[in-house]
T-cell receptor, first 116, second 111 residues
């Protein structure tokens, strides 16, 4: 039972254009969502997050949109740069407290390639 | 990024051999996590710790054990390594907020 899904294994975009990465989730208890970027042979790096009380969060070229009714979030990168080429993971956290606080469930990842 | 180191960074071992991976953090974060990354599966949680000597299982815990005797160290042990445990292992830490910070990873090959 995959609670967080990234249905596009890969995405190819031209430099300067918009990259849109998508993520769907099934667990209605998820209330905090994150995107991570991962380069080969490195650990994932935190990119941006959004709480379920918001529908948009922006940080420079990166914007995350959350559609709670559709259980869908997306990451927009504008403009895309060759250095953005990496694997992008979305992750979700539920509002469970106690010892389960902060546990993340990850999607399978999307490989983004930005061509010069 | 939180100061997280993992050792070893690469390891080749044989089936049936015990293996211990170490994660060390300098951020005094309460929570620590071990994940494995495999093609098509993203990152899957193996075990996590919510304090010294306090640990719990994740979604793929079979064949793994963990220990946390100090805030800064979290050990992952494969009691008897199998080829299905060939993977890249990541340690992560988390503080009061729900963002996790990852180490550089350990690439493990079980022959």
């Amino acid at each position: 039972d995959q609670q967080v899904k990234q249905n596009s294994p890969s995405l190819s975009v031209q430099e300067g254009r918009i990259s849109i990465l998508n993520c769907d989730y099934t667990n209605s208890m998820f209330d905090y969502f994150l995107w991570y970027k991962k380069y080969p042979a490195e650990g994932p790096t935190f990119l941006i997050s959004i709480s379920s009380i918001k529908d948009k969060n922006e940080d420079g070229r990166f914007t995350v949109f959350l559609n709670k009714s559709a259980k869908h979030l997306s990451l927009h990168i504008v403009p895309s740069q060759p250095g953005d080429s990496a694997v992008y993971f979305c992750a979700a956290s539920s509002n469970a407290g106690g010892t389960s606080y902060g546990k993340l469930t990850f999607g399978q990842g999307t490989i983004l390639t930005v061509h010069p | 990024d939180a100061g997280i180191t993992q050792s070893p960074r690469h390891k080749v071992t044989e089936t049936g051999t015990p293996v211990t991976l170490r994660c060390h953090q300098t951020e005094n974060h309460r929570y620590m996590y071990w994940y494995r990354q495999d093609p098509g599966h993203g990152l899957r949680l193996i075990h996590y710790s919510y304090g010294v000597k306090d640990t719990d299982k994740g979604e793929v815990s079979d064949g793994y054990s963990v220990s946390r005797s100090k805030t800064e160290d979290f050990l992952l042990t494969l009691e008897s390594a199998t080829s299905s445990q060939t993977s890249v292992y990541f340690c992560a830490t988390g503080g009061q907020l729900r963002t996790q910070y990852f180490g550089p990873g350990t690439r493990l090959l079980v022959l």
